[in-house]
């Protein structure tokens, strides 16, 4: 796995046979081709959300000039494994605007306690150190976005959000 920091990504994509070395920096993307047997594809889309403990999260929350999305999650949830590729397409959108975040709650139950996390996956919309919206269950990267511009850059109110489920 690269590390979050690493300013080039490199991954191996099949197509029809042949194997494309990718190399992709946040402003280039280059290809070159080779002739052998396709590797399975990793995506680079993995550093741009950071799992971190309970402390990390703390130190996040209290220094972060960048708004936060953390998403509270355990390895055994179905919507949570759903939620997961969603929030790294949000998150490759959201690169240098927004800080992507994600916590095991399984790791750390003291923290979800005491941050009144009662449903898996939950979402929260964090910008300087206060929680603007949270969101219970699955959401699509587009549902995403759209909260965090709401909540972040004085977007529109998402359409079809249950005001009970929103902070």
């Known amino acids: 796995m690269t590390s979050p920091t690493s300013s080039l990504f490199r991954s191996s994509v099949a197509f029809r046979g042949t194997e494309r070395t990718v190399f992709a920096s946040p402003t280039t993307l280059r290809a070159s081709s080779?002739?052998?047997?396709?590797?399975?594809?990793?995506?680079?889309?993995?550093?741009?959300?950071?799992?971190?403990d309970a402390e990390s999260l703390e130190l996040a929350v209290a220094d972060s000039s960048d708004p936060l999305i953390v998403d509270f999650f355990t390895t055994w949830c179905g919507p949570c494994r759903l939620l997961e590729p969603q929030l790294k397409m949000a998150a490759m959108d959201y690169k240098g605007r927004v800080r992507f975040l994600k916590l095991d709650t399984d790791k750390n139950p003291d923290l979800a306690t005491a941050m009144k996390i009662f449903a898996l996956p939950t979402v929260l919309f964090?910008?300087?150190g206060e929680i603007l919206k949270k969101s219970e269950g699955a959401l699509t990267a587009n549902k995403i976005a759209e909260l965090a511009e709401w909540a972040f850059f004085e977007g529109p109110k998402p359409k079809d959000i249950d005001d009970e489920l929103i902070a």
Do not use: C
């Open 34 to 52: 080779t002739l052998r047997k396709s590797a399975p594809v990793k995506m680079a889309a993995e550093s741009f959300v950071e799992e971190v």
């Open 126 to 128: 964090i910008k300087d």
